[in-house]
């Protein structure tokens, strides 16, 4: 019982930068695992970043060095830093998490949000 919801999306030009936040809000024992992938038109989801809630990260080739994923656990919330934008990193960027169930059989569950837009261009 997990909602995520995104913000900080819109238009950029081409080497400005970008913060998207997302909130997690909810019933859940623990949040493990909170990431962003985005998926442009026409082409597949991708992974951006991940981070755990040790603060492990891992970034995807194309962002790498351009982006900083970060979270706030007493806020549950991630958070992903994006400078030098490109026009290729246009897409819609969902949030996404691994959260454990509170009680029960602690279940681990999958959760995204709904998407916000990014576009970069001039």
């Known amino acids: 019982q997990v909602q995520l919801v995104e913000s900080g999306g819109g238009l950029v030009q081409p080497g400005g930068s970008l913060r998207l936040s997302c909130a997690a809000s909810?019933?859940?024992?623990?949040?493990?695992?909170m990431g962003w992938y985005r998926q442009a038109p026409g082409k597949q989801r991708e992974l951006v970043a991940t981070?755990?809630?040790?603060?492990?990260?891992n970034y995807a080739d194309s962002v790498k060095g351009r982006s900083t994923i970060s979270r706030d656990n007493a806020k549950n919330t991630v958070y992903l830093q994006m400078n030098s934008l490109k026009p290729e990193d246009t897409a819609v960027y969902y949030c996404?998490?691994?959260?454990?169930?509170?009680?029960?059989?602690?279940?681990?569950?999958?959760?995204w949000g709904q998407g916000t837009q990014v576009t970069i261009s001039s």
């Open positions: 996404n998490c691994n959260a454990e169930e509170r009680g029960g059989w602690g279940r681990i569950l999958n959760y």
């Open positions: 909810g019933s859940f024992f623990r949040i493990n695992v």
């Open positions: 981070i755990t809630s040790g603060g492990t990260t």
